[in-house]
Every structure is written in structure tokens, then in C-alpha cells.
């Protein structure tokens, strides 16, 4: 007798089907996760995965437009060039905003200095956001910085709301404000990083650039 064979095939997931799936579930996380309780560490993971999120959606927009963020691609072609520097941090995630689902993930829980808004319609700015733009981000600098904590300080001094450009060699570091002198960065690979103020130097040479801009909301 002749073993049968089954005429079905496993078909692996693709990689934008892995993607939507690890989407799905951070949000799933954040919902199972009260945004306002728990220990200092439960509030980092939150942010954590906050930034995660917004690393996927990042991948996401840029997917259907040749590999480019917002802040590459001209105002009249729907992106945020020019349009994100200075005080317009929020701007950025505005336009991508269908893909976001929830203003709630672009506030960290440590962060007493914003609260999250309720949707993108209604008077949603900077005062909803807890996270700064990576303006030099793109796919070919995969460790520039994308996104993440906002709560720099630059010779003791905590920077201020506009455009922030930092280097390695500048006395930049995490403020006490958040996650105890440390905070967590999103790459343009889409990869977090919880950093120290020891590390946080390093990780701006793994960049691959000179300078960083970053706007501050």
C-alpha cells in the first residue's frame, strides 16, 4: 500500500503578516496594562512597548512609500518634511495617525510632565506626546534614532520643547523626571534600547551619524 500524502502545504507567515501579529499583540499589552498604575519597572516596559509600537508603524507607513518616514517625504506628498523641526514634533505622528489606532501609546506613564489625549481630532499637540522625532531617521542609518524619551538635559539644564541636535561629545543626559536618570530609545531597525546616562554616549556613536536631530515636543 502506497503511504498517502496530504495535497496541503504550510505556508509560513511573511514578514509583514510576523509584523502585524507582534503589533497586534503589544496592543493587546498595552490594554491589559493600566497605563497610570504599578512599580517604576512596570512603567518602563509600558514605554518600552509604547515605542515598540511605534517602530512598527514607522515600518509600516514607510512600507507603502518606497522605504521613506514621514519626515523624507514633502507636506504635499502627505509627509512631514520640514514641517517636524522645532516645536512641530507632533505633527509627525499626526500623519500617521490612521495607522497609530491610539494617541495613548505616544505617552509614557512615568511621564507627569503630559498626559495621553483621547484621540488625534481633537486639540491633540505636543502636550500629548512624551517622545521626541528622530529627524535624521531613515532605512540606511538603521541605528539612527527614530524615537523615544524626551526628558534630556544638557549640562543639568532640562532641554526645552523645539529642535534639539546632539553628539556624542555634548554632556547630554537622562533627567531624574522619568525612569531614574535613564530612558529607553527607539531605533529606525525598529529595536529599543533602555539606556543608562553611562551608555547613552555610546549609543549615539552607534548611530553612524555626527550629529542627531531630534525634535522635542
Same mark, same amino acid.
Given at each position: 500500500?502506497?503511504?498517502?500524502?496530504?495535497h496541503q502545504r504550510n505556508r509560513a507567515f511573511t514578514l509583514v503578516e510576523l509584523l502585524i501579529v507582534i503589533f497586534l499583540l503589544a496592543i493587546l499589552a498595552a490594554m491589559l496594562l493600566p497605563?497610570?498604575?504599578?512599580s517604576v519597572k512596570a512603567k518602563r516596559i509600558f514605554c518600552v512597548n509604547n515605542l515598540r509600537q511605534i517602530g512598527l508603524v514607522y515600518c509600516f507607513w514607510a512600507g507603502d512609500r518606497g522605504g521613506k518616514y514621514p519626515m523624507d517625504i514633502s507636506v504635499t506628498n502627505g509627509g512631514t518634511m520640514g514641517l517636524a523641526d522645532g516645536r512641530n514634533a507632533?505633527?509627525? $505622528? $499626526? +500623519?500617521?495617525?490612521n495607522l497609530l489606532y491610539t494617541p495613548k501609546i505616544l505617552h509614557c506613564p512615568a511621564d507627569m510632565g503630559s498626559f495621553a489625549a483621547t484621540n488625534f481630532s481633537s486639540g491633540f499637540n505636543n502636550q500629548n506626546i512624551s517622545y521626541f522625532v528622530g529627524l535624521n531617521a531613515d532605512t540606511n542609518h538603521t541605528q539612527a534614532f527614530l524615537a523615544g524619551d524626551d526628558n $534630556?538635559?544638557?549640562?543639568? +539644564?532640562?532641554v526645552k520643547s523645539g529642535l534639539l541636535e546632539i553628539s556624542s561629545n555634548m554632556p547630554i543626559a537622562w533627567s531624574a523626571a522619568r525612569h531614574k536618570f535613564g530612558g529607553n530609545i527607539g531605533l529606525a531597525d525598529g529595536s529599543v534600547q533602555s539606556v543608562?546616562?553611562?551608555d547613552l554616549?555610546?549609543?549615539?556613536?552607534?548611530?553612524?551619524l555626527t550629529t542627531n536631530r531630534l525634535a522635542i515636543p
Open positions: 500500500m502506497k503511504p498517502s500524502h496530504s497605563a497610570g498604575s504599578g507632533w505633527i509627525n $505622528f $499626526f +500623519v500617521m495617525s $534630556f538635559e544638557i549640562g543639568g +539644564v532640562p543608562n546616562n553611562i554616549p555610546k549609543l549615539l556613536d552607534q548611530s553612524g
